[in-house]
């Protein structure tokens, strides 16, 4: 089961989101503005290297979208 944490900041499900695995190791965060991916958003491997990091506007993705191999690389 993963650990999900909210911050919440209104009803508009505006905030920042992080997502944990298990183990408590943080697997993906982001920015919500009312109910959407705002900003940069970023994955990670289970040992804490990026897995994929893009940009986000109203929920959509904008721009360079780069996925990293399990190495880092």
Same mark, same amino acid.
């Given at each position: 089961?993963?650990?999900?944490? &909210?911050? %919440?900041?209104?009803?508009? &499900?505006?905030? &920042? #989101?992080?997502?944990?695995? @298990?183990?408590?190791? %943080? @697997?993906?965060? &982001?920015?919500? @503005?009312?109910?959407?991916?705002?900003?940069? #958003?970023?994955?990670? *491997?289970?040992?804490?290297?990026?897995?994929?990091?893009?940009? *986000? @506007?109203?929920?959509? %993705?904008?721009?360079?979208?780069?996925? *990293?191999?399990?190495?880092?690389?």
């Amino acid at each position: 089961m993963e650990k999900k944490q &909210y911050l %919440l900041i209104s009803t508009d &499900y505006s905030g &920042y #989101y992080k997502n944990y695995n @298990i183990y408590e190791n %943080l @697997i993906e965060e &982001y920015y919500h @503005i009312n109910g959407k991916k705002q900003g940069i #958003y970023k994955k990670y *491997y289970e040992d804490g290297y990026i897995e994929i990091e893009a940009t *986000y @506007i109203d929920n959509k %993705l904008n721009g360079e979208y780069k996925s *990293y191999h399990d190495n880092g690389k």
